[in-house]
């Protein structure tokens, strides 16, 4: 039986010599270009290098570079550097401080990790050279020392704790906000010495002031607060010993509360009601409570009464407008009346980064008749980079069985200028410049709020004007410069003022100066001098304090 060869068993047939084949070539050119192992006693050729021109070169492999005819390299060239940069690790040249001893961590923390600023009290180890200007305080803290903090209920002094609950404490409605009740006690402490002259009539003396505030927060926006002054009733500034005649002792001391008020946000007080999304901003303040209304020039008083404010009103193109009510029916002091009533309504607006205030207030005499007044003002506050300008205009109507209307127009600017070099350790200044004209019939609608100790060392003529200790026709500037020194742990503030008062030019002369002489305390000194030909216009004093907050 004859066997035909297909053409497919001739295919195969062929494919099997092409894999041997080739299988065979590789052998044998592994076999030329690896030579054989070495016998015992002979040395490997493939480790045996051999040095061409400073390039070492495996014997293969030079071998093949002389077949290829590849061109020979430079040792000197750069790419001959670089091959043997990148092959032959170079040795690292030595620094004089290797063999050096590392000290032990905590000298290394000593000398340079700053905990000498730390250091327990008396221990020097470490310090700046006494000559090196460091532009600091050197802090003796012992490591156990702990931030003084107010006297704290409930809740932990700023909130570090974790939130509490407590159940039956929330506000009205089914779901209803939870209280969080925090009590902080906290307040200040001043002893003073005070030197004073105007009219040829001196006044020297010691006096103290003791102020009490106890806090108690529901909330992030509701609370009770409660002040006490038990040596300084009202606006007297404390008690004090006089040594002039009639020498004694001036006591202003009272149990009552100065302030008392409690405010909240409607919205949160009946959360249970309301949606919880929906923005309502509705503040209110009921009590005793201060009150301020341009810069204090208009209104600076505490009254007790009633104050809502509307928050985040959208008025065409502001960015946000704020609408204030209050009525006080009582403890409004006014030039007038000391217990007069008011009522007010105020505006504020943010109008392309330019701050508007506008105010109407109606203080109603009920012990002076005939002598009801009307009030209204505006302001324009802009910012020009560093400058700050404000404008304002405020006016009187009324007042026809006293001294009748009025008008007092002020321009209020300041300027910020950083001092990078710091000269004599000065950051910071703040120049300021007052111009104000204020007609005959001028005065402001409530100025109790001011301390009268402080505001007889104050040059600013405004002050004076705010308080209603000057009346009449009265125009004139102040200008001075604050400056900041050492971190504002130091303040220096030099003012010149000029006036005219009824037709008397009065020069003024002053300083303040306060230094943090430790956590919680700091020291001041308020110095005053005025020149006028006018006896009864000349004044000079000195009023120096320690505070001690707590």
């Known amino acids: 039986m004859t066997k035909h060869v297909t053409p497919t068993f001739l295919c195969r047939l062929a494919q099997s010599c092409c894999v041997a084949w080739m299988c065979v070539a590789s052998v044998q050119a592994e076999e030329s270009l690896f030579p054989s192992p070495p016998l015992p006693g002979q040395e490997n050729p493939l480790l045996q290098v051999q040095f061409n021109d400073g390039l070492q070169l495996l014997p293969s492999i030079q071998d093949e570079v002389k077949?290829?005819?590849?061109?020979?390299?430079?040792?000197?060239?750069?790419?001959?550097?670089?091959?043997?940069?990148?092959?032959?690790?170079?040795?690292?040249?030595?620094?004089?401080?290797?063999?050096?001893?590392?000290?032990?961590?905590?000298?290394?923390?000593?000398?340079?990790?700053?905990?000498?600023?730390?250091?327990?009290?008396?221990?020097?180890?470490?310090?700046?050279?006494?000559?090196?200007?460091?532009?600091?305080?050197?802090?003796?803290?012992?490591?156990?020392?702990?931030?003084?903090?107010?006297?704290?209920?409930?809740?932990?002094?700023?909130?570090?704790?974790?939130?509490?609950?407590?159940?039956?404490?929330?506000?009205?409605?089914?779901?209803?906000?939870?209280?969080?009740?925090?009590?902080?006690?906290?307040?200040?402490?001043?002893?003073?010495?005070?030197a004073y002259k105007q009219n040829q009539t001196r006044s020297d003396g010691l006096g103290h002031q003791l102020i009490v505030d106890l806090d108690l927060r529901l909330t992030g926006t509701e609370r009770f607060h409660?002040?006490?002054?038990?040596?300084?009733?009202?606006?007297?500034?404390?008690?004090?010993?006089?040594?002039?005649?009639?020498?004694?002792?001036?006591?202003?001391?009272?149990?009552?509360?100065?302030?008392?008020?409690?405010?909240?946000?409607?919205?949160?007080?009946?959360?249970?009601?309301?949606?919880?999304?929906?923005?309502?901003?509705?503040?209110?303040?009921?009590?005793?409570?201060?009150?301020?209304?341009?810069?204090?020039?208009?209104?600076?008083?505490?009254?007790?009464?009633?104050?809502?404010?509307?928050?985040?009103?959208?008025?065409?193109?502001?960015?946000?407008?704020?609408?204030?009510?209050?009525?006080?029916?009582?403890?409004?002091?006014?030039?007038?009346?000391?217990?007069?009533?008011?009522?007010?309504?105020?505006?504020?607006?943010?109008?392309?980064?330019?701050?508007y205030e506008t105010s109407y207030l109606f203080i109603e005499t009920p012990d002076a008749p005939g002598r009801n007044q009307h009030f209204y003002a505006i302001a324009r506050t802009a910012l020009y980079g560093q400058l700050t300008c404000t404008g304002r205009a405020l006016f009187k109507f009324g007042d026809e069985a006293g001294t009748g209307g009025g008008e007092l127009y002020v321009l209020e600017t300041n300027y910020t200028q950083a001092f990078p070099n710091h000269p004599l350790g000065?950051?910071?200044?703040?120049g300021y410049c007052n111009l104000f004209y204020a007609t005959e019939g001028w005065n402001s609608a409530a100025g109790g709020g001011f301390n009268r100790l402080r505001a007889a060392f104050d040059v600013n003529p405004l002050v004076g004007i705010s308080t209603g200790m000057t009346l009449g026709e009265n125009y004139g500037a102040a200008v001075g410069m604050q400056f900041f020194r050492h971190h504002e742990d130091e303040s220096i503030a030099p003012e010149f003022a000029f006036q005219s008062l009824?037709?008397?030019?009065?020069?003024?002369?002053?300083?303040?100066?306060?230094?943090?002489?430790?956590?919680?305390?700091?020291?001041?000194?308020?110095?005053?001098?005025?020149?006028?030909?006018?006896?009864?216009?000349?004044?000079?004093?000195?009023?120096?304090?320690?505070?001690?907050?707590?």
């Not at 000559?131 to 903090?149: A, M, Q, S």
């Not at 020069?507 to 006018?534: C, D, I, P």
């Open 226 to 355: 409660v002040q006490f002054r038990p040596l300084g009733e009202g606006s007297t500034g404390g008690s004090y010993y006089r040594f002039n005649a009639p020498a004694g002792y001036i006591d202003n001391s009272t149990g009552a509360p100065q302030r008392f008020w409690f405010e909240g946000e409607l919205h949160s007080i009946f959360s249970g009601y309301f949606d919880p999304f929906s923005v309502r901003d509705l503040n209110i303040a009921v009590g005793k409570f201060p009150f301020l209304l341009q810069n204090q020039l208009l209104m600076n008083d505490e009254v007790l009464g009633l104050a809502l404010s509307k928050n985040t009103l959208f008025i065409g193109n502001t960015s946000n407008v704020n609408i204030q009510g209050i009525y006080a029916p009582s403890d409004v002091d006014n030039v007038a009346d000391a217990n007069s009533r008011m009522y007010g309504i105020s505006a504020f607006v943010d109008y392309k980064k330019i701050f």
């Open 502 to 550: 009824n037709g008397d030019a009065i020069y003024g002369l002053g300083l303040r100066y306060q230094r943090k002489t430790g956590k919680r305390t700091f020291f001041e000194v308020l110095g005053l001098v005025n020149f006028s030909e006018n006896a009864a216009l000349r004044r000079d004093g000195v009023f120096v304090s320690e505070t001690i907050l707590f």
């Open 67 to 194: 077949r290829r005819k590849l061109p020979r390299m430079n040792p000197s060239s750069e790419a001959a550097m670089e091959m043997v940069s990148t092959t032959v690790p170079r040795p690292t040249p030595k620094k004089p401080w290797d063999d050096e001893p590392l000290p032990p961590l905590e000298e290394e923390l000593w000398q340079h990790g700053g905990s000498y600023l730390y250091a327990p009290e008396g221990d020097q180890l470490g310090w700046p050279d006494s000559t090196y200007d460091t532009g600091y305080e050197l802090l003796r803290l012992p490591e156990d020392y702990v931030e003084p903090e107010p006297f704290t209920l409930f809740t932990g002094f700023l909130g570090e704790e974790p939130i509490k609950q407590y159940p039956l404490l929330h506000w009205f409605g089914p779901s209803a906000y939870n209280w969080e009740p925090r009590f902080v006690a906290y307040g200040s402490y001043q002893a003073s010495a005070i």
């Open 426 to 430: 000065i950051e910071l200044g703040v």
